[in-house]
């Protein structure tokens, strides 16, 4: 099997539109400016895959925090625009977008502590299994593989943001799944400190640190 690309669902960092709830801890330049390095670290993961790879974003990066940064990073991928009513529907469209014949390895900005590793082992599962999930502590997941890109149409189907969510997937994924470790991705301020202990030398973790002094 060919290697499958993989997907980056991203929305740019700006300032009162990105982690709104840690916003609420740090204000909103900081949960933006974290939001920022966890699309870099992401980023840097998937340059250290070595698979080829898509970006589907959505939001005006002029008005973004690390614009510049971020902008020389997209540089490296393909991007295309995220299009669909529903956030299924944009992630269905994005993995039609995204599909070269190989299938797809999809993860979103919210899980900065995610590893080149981490994507070659979705990569390698992929081979064995017809799907790929990637669970997350809060019930939904952080990771999705498909061998075919429209196997990605059943998320429209999906209650996004739910505790729900990774159960509801797995049940509409191509059997069986395979499974690769639980992470926990970034909602509020505690989940952003104990994701940057995990990654200590990230942008992200960085980026908390400054943080810590406003919370």
């Known amino acids: 099997m060919s290697a499958p690309t993989v997907l980056v669902v991203a929305k740019a960092p700006v300032p009162g539109l990105a982690k709104t709830r840690v916003a609420r801890t740090v204000g909103d330049d900081s949960a933006a400016d974290l939001a920022a390095a966890a699309l870099l670290d992401t980023l840097d993961a998937v340059r250290g895959s070595d698979l080829p790879a898509v970006v589907a974003l959505t939001g005006d990066l002029s008005e973004a925090a690390r614009s510049e940064e971020i902008v020389a990073a997209l540089d490296a991928v393909r991007v295309v625009p995220q299009e669909g009513e529903t956030f299924g529907d ?48 809060d019930g939904g997941w952080w990771l999705l593989g498909v061998r075919n890109g429209r196997d990605a149409s059943a ?38 400190q104990a994701v940057a202990r995990q990654a200590p030398a990230s942008r992200f973790a960085a980026a908390v640190r400054a943080a810590e002094i406003l919370a």
């Open 90 to 137: 944009r992630l269905a469209q994005a993995h039609l977008d995204a599909d070269a014949g190989h299938g797809v390895v999809q993860i979103g900005m919210d899980t900065p502590q995610v590893t080149a590793d981490d994507l070659l082992e979705a990569t390698a599962l992929l081979e064995r299994w017809p799907s790929v999930l990637g669970p997350a502590e």
């Open 155 to 192: 998320l429209t189907s999906v209650r996004m943001s739910t505790s729900f969510t990774g159960q509801h997937t797995r049940t509409v994924l191509p059997h069986p799944v395979g499974e690769l470790r639980r992470l926990c991705d970034v909602d509020t301020w505690a989940d952003a």
